[in-house]
């Protein structure tokens, strides 16, 4: 049994994944996975490379991050080729996980960790539901300027950059309202828990 788990920057989707995991659900984190296919030895490295050229790696060979994010932030082309050559590769990896944690675990609960998960609803058809972690956009907007230390101008200019979290919130089988108490987001927690874990 798996969920899809996603939400906005700044809803608390990196809460819920860990009051899950804590119960004891097996986590596949997809940002760990893009930080994976970008080490050195891997091959989407080494074709982001041929794409790039080789004055985006340091002098050790890993990625130098902040010289390939001055390229790709500043030329959607670049940016575009970018997750051409990485998303499929990491939805792979995602769908590989998630369903061999499935075989070797079949009484845990899978918690596919995934930030773009909606607009790309359609390479995840292999998870069950798709839970989002909502809060308002107003109180998005407060807690990423309390988070990062941004204006509410810098704020509201990442948040446009995402699908909007009303429309996420449509489109998700279960939703996590992360907008009250810890403790009443735990509850809709240990809800969805009960509701998924059938030991």
């Given at each position: 049994m798996n969920i899809g788990l996603t939400g906005g920057i700044a809803?608390?989707?990196?809460?819920?994944?860990?009051?899950?995991?804590m119960k004891g659900a097996l986590l596949v984190d997809a940002d760990v996975i893009a930080r994976e296919v970008m080490l050195p030895g891997h091959p989407v490295l080494a074709e982001v490379t041929a794409h790039f050229g080789q004055h985006i790696l340091l002098e050790d060979g890993t990625l130098n991050r902040k010289k390939l994010g001055e390229i790709i932030f500043?030329?959607?082309?670049?940016?575009?080729?970018?997750?051409?050559?990485?998303?499929?590769?990491?939805?792979?990896?995602?769908?590989?996980?998630?369903?061999?944690?499935?075989?070797d675990y079949p009484n845990r609960l899978v918690v596919a960790d995934i930030p773009l998960l909606l607009e790309a609803r359609e390479q995840y058809?292999?998870?069950?539901?798709i839970v989002v972690v909502y809060v308002p956009r107003e109180l998005q907007i407060r807690r990423l300027m309390d988070r990062d230390a941004l204006t509410?101008?810098?704020?509201?200019?990442?948040?446009?950059?995402?699908?909007?979290?009303?429309?996420?919130?449509?489109?998700?089988?279960?939703?996590?309202?992360?907008?009250?108490?810890?403790d009443?987001?735990?509850?809709?927690?240990?809800?969805?828990?009960?509701?998924?874990?059938?030991v």
């Open positions: 809803t608390g989707k990196s809460t819920v994944s860990s009051m899950l995991t500043r030329d959607p082309e670049q940016r575009e080729a970018l997750n051409r050559i990485t998303h499929p590769a990491i939805r792979q990896e995602i769908r590989d996980r998630t369903e061999a944690y499935e075989c058809s292999f998870l069950e539901q509410e101008g810098q704020a509201a200019a990442r948040l446009g950059s995402q699908m909007d979290i009303e429309a996420k919130k449509k489109l998700a089988d279960i939703v996590i309202d992360n907008s009250g108490t810890l009443e987001t735990k509850q809709q927690v240990d809800k969805l828990w009960n509701r998924m874990v059938r």
